[in-house]
């Protein structure tokens, strides 16, 4: 393989390029049909089925993100390989909503493709001796692991179709904590192995959350939009929605992406520190996906009476989004905001005034919680640097 299909590392930070971007565009797609999915199957089973296509979503960006930190997208090979990925991953986003009826076998097999086709035309780029070539071979081993799951799955039903597919993504989502470890293979070492770049890791990350939280402002705007009739409390809610979005923005992004990718170069494991990253991302941007699903039930139904499941994404939602953002800021700076804290706090003091009153006003309140949060943490910060 030339080496020019491998990024140059040259202690610069390597920038997120063009075909990455266009990319990301499909998992825009994704994150629209979760949210839907989730709305229209508010139940406990719903609930869960969202969870394991969400996970499956993420390893599917994650895995695709850790290949373009080592190979470079502006070379034809990755790019082509890249578009073709995108494509695989419209098919598997248009059958998502069907994914536990008819069209599981669709996006099963997209699926698999996805993950074991990508797996397997890496390490077939990869030159003989080059260090990466066992980490790939693990990787690939894992992933038709996780391929014999996801196949399975597809000749049941229901809840047995849920639970096999579930051990299919746990496969590829704990295997690179263990280090990928198989027989005759042995387990990677990610001090050494699985040498990343740090603002690259930590730029595609911050790229993917404006991917949900432009979500969140969509579906406010196609739901006021498909509406009749904007009656006060329906125009109210869209207000509260798009401050809320960017309260979420302002409690994230003041965690800079200098400040992540110093602390994975810097980190004795920089392979670890950056698997850390996404673990905590995929909570994360899920909280944000809970969060437009509320925001799309608030303005539909401003006044509407409080169930328990109303609850669940009123306030589970910016509770996720909160405690992923203090792990977040942990890994970052060494320390659990406070701020974060008190805003967690401050959600489970709503839970019992929540049955108490309409979805128009707990969204109000959590987005209050919310602007607090950002603003205190954001001054917080400001006292520590000065």
Not at 242 to 258: C, E, H, I, P, R
Request: hydrophobic residues 55%; contains cysteine.
């Amino acid at each position: 393989m030339p080496q020019s299909l491998l990024r140059t590392r040259d202690g610069h930070g390597a920038t997120v390029t063009f075909s990455e971007l266009l990319f990301d565009l499909i998992y825009v797609f994704a994150v629209t049909q979760l949210s839907h999915y989730l709305l229209h199957h508010l139940t406990l089973v719903g609930a869960l089925e969202t969870l394991l296509l969400w996970f499956a979503v993420w390893l599917g960006w994650q895995y695709t993100t850790w290949v373009t930190n080592w190979f470079d997208p502006e070379t034809r090979q990755i790019r082509l390989l890249l578009f073709v990925l995108m494509l695989l991953g419209l098919f598997a986003s248009s059958a998502m909503p069907q994914a536990f009826g008819e069209r599981g076998w669709m996006f099963a097999l997209c699926y698999v493709a996805l993950q074991v086709g990508r797996s397997a035309v890496t390490l077939w780029l990869l030159p003989k001796g080059h260090l990466l070539l066992r980490n790939f071979q693990r990787i690939l081993g894992w992933m038709c692991i996780s391929a014999v799951f996801w196949i399975l799955g597809c000749f049941f039903e229901g809840a047995e179709r849920m639970v096999i597919w579930a051990i299919g993504v746990c496969c590829i989502y704990f295997s690179p904590m263990l280090g990928f470890p198989l027989p005759g293979l042995g387990r990677s070492d990610s001090s050494r192995e699985w040498t990343i770049d740090g603002h690259h890791l930590a730029e595609r990350c911050q790229l993917f959350v404006i991917v949900a939280l432009g979500e969140t402002i969509l579906i406010t705007g196609a739901t006021l939009s498909e509406l009749e009739v904007w009656s006060m409390p329906i125009v109210i809610a869209s207000l509260v929605a798009f401050v809320g979005s960017l309260a979420m923005w302002w409690v994230y992004f003041d965690t800079s992406s200098k400040a992540g990718s110093h602390a994975i170069q810097k980190a004795d494991n920089p392979g670890q520190m950056g698997a850390r990253f996404h673990y905590v991302h995929v909570v994360l941007v899920g909280a944000i996906i809970v969060c437009a699903v509320a925001n799309e039930l608030v303005i539909v139904h401003p006044d509407g009476h409080i169930t328990v499941a109303d609850a669940a994404v009123l306030l589970l939602g910016p509770a996720a989004y909160l405690l992923a953002n203090a792990i977040y800021k942990f890994l970052v700076y060494r320390r659990f905001p406070l701020s974060h804290i008190g805003g967690l706090v401050a959600l489970a003091v709503l839970i019992p005034i929540a049955f108490t009153t309409d979805r128009l006003m707990v969204n109000g309140l959590t987005t209050v919680v919310m602007v607090i949060v950002a603003g205190w943490e954001s001054l917080s910060r400001r006292r520590n640097l000065a």
